[in-house]
């Protein structure tokens, strides 16, 4: 292992709730290795979680979507090129070692065609796709049933480093501050009162982690009864139209919050919120990271492995269903789902609502941004 590498390219390239979860290793490596350059290579989907934070040297974009895009509408040999242009500028940065959080065969080709003489990652039973074969420093882990964010810490602990848990930065521009006070002023949001975050949506590709909407609209009814709460519905891309399936049937008003440009304007919502109640996704992880009391759907992913994070107040509702976790995306019974009663969240967020949150506790936004945009 190399004791002061000079340049260090950190690799996790999706979901955006997963590069969330990675977030937390930075400060830990940039403890451990001070005057390194710490680069990290991203999708695109996930990029903004990155650019301009305090931590992150450079930030090299992986054009996945860009590449798939070329392949599907014939240009081949165009996306090879881009491929091997890009292959040759990762080379050209002489890395002198790659941390692979993530796993997989592109992770791995990544890190191996870097150059870099040490290259770290899971062995092969905490790997796919055969990554093990591209990393020449691999760790084993006591058990798969971790939390990923623990199982993150878990690989730079056998590298030898010195571990610092801590909530990570989440970059917030003034921009996006601006945005949301716009938002917040405009729809008559009073910040005395208590508020109330929901995120129904999940990725078109994960439909099946869904919450029944209708169920949401009886959750959001009973705290407005309750506490008089404001509740504001979240969404990205075509989950608006589910937002919009939610308040057409409930008793009350809620607000629907305007459409989020980045990451940092999501963020920026959360940290005025008092409970944030949703599935597993990564605005779920997001709001756990700025603070945000949770509590959490959990059907056919593992409640184990996706966990919020553990330093955040947060209530996990599921149901012991034979058949879950399951990777079956296009399950059509859902049990796991359906068997989660309206009652069981209205209860655990009155448990949340109950024990009191002072915004306070939320980090204040100078410590969300790099002052230097």
């Known amino acids: ?31 451990n290795f001070p005057r390194s350059h710490i ?16 931590d992150v040297n450079e930030v090299i974009v992986v054009p996945l979507a860009a590449w798939r895009s070329l392949l599907r509408s014939g240009h081949v040999i165009r996306a090879i090129g881009e491929v091997a242009a890009f292959i040759k500028s990762i080379k050209a940065r002489q890395f002198d070692l790659t941390i692979d959080f993530h796993g997989l065969l592109k992770s791995g080709l990544i890190s191996y065609l870097s150059g870099a ?57 003034e921009y996006d501050r601006a945005a949301v006070r716009t938002f917040f002023r405009q729809s008559h949001i009073d910040l005395s009162r208590p508020l109330v975050v929901m995120h129904p949506g999940t990725s078109p590709k994960t439909l099946y982690k869904r919450w ?8 959001a009814d009973q705290l407005i009864e309750d506490y008089a709460a404001q509740i504001i519905f979240t969404w990205g891309g075509s989950e608006l139209a589910t937002v919009q399936e939610i308040t057409a049937v409930m008793k009350y008003r809620a607000h629907v919050a305007c459409e989020t440009k980045s990451l940092g304007q999501l963020a920026e919502i ?39 994070y553990k330093k955040t107040k947060h209530i996990i509702i599921r149901k012991e269903i034979a058949c879950s976790p399951c990777r079956v995306r296009d399950c059509k019974k859902r049990d796991c789902m359906k068997a989660i009663q309206d009652e069981d969240v209205i209860q655990a967020a009155r448990l949340i609502l109950n024990a009191g949150r002072s915004r306070h506790d939320a980090p204040p936004p100078e410590a969300l941004t790099n002052n230097n945009w």
């Open 212 to 219: 029944e909407p209708h169920r949401y609209a009886v959750v």
């Open 270 to 308: 959360f940290r005025h919120c008092d409970l944030y109640v949703g599935g597993d996704t990564g605005p779920m992880h997001l709001a756990a990271f700025m603070k945000v009391p949770v509590v959490a759907i959990f059907g056919p992913t593992d409640y184990i492995v996706n966990a919020p």
């Open 117 to 173: 003489p040490v290259r770290v990652s899971f062995t092969r039973e905490f790997t796919k796709e055969l990554n093990f074969l591209f990393n020449n420093c691999r760790f084993p882990l006591e058990t798969d049933k971790i939390s990923r964010i623990e199982r993150n810490f878990m690989l730079l602990q056998k590298m030898g480093l010195k571990i610092i848990d801590d909530y990570p930065v989440i970059p917030v521009s």
């Open 39 to 54: 680069a990290w290579a991203v999708a695109e989907s996930a990029q903004d979680l990155l650019l301009h934070h305090p």
């Open 1 to 31: 292992m190399i004791s002061n590498p000079n340049k260090i390219l950190i690799i996790r390239l999706s979901a955006i709730g997963d590069v969330l979860r990675a977030l937390p290793v930075l400060r830990t490596i940039k403890q």
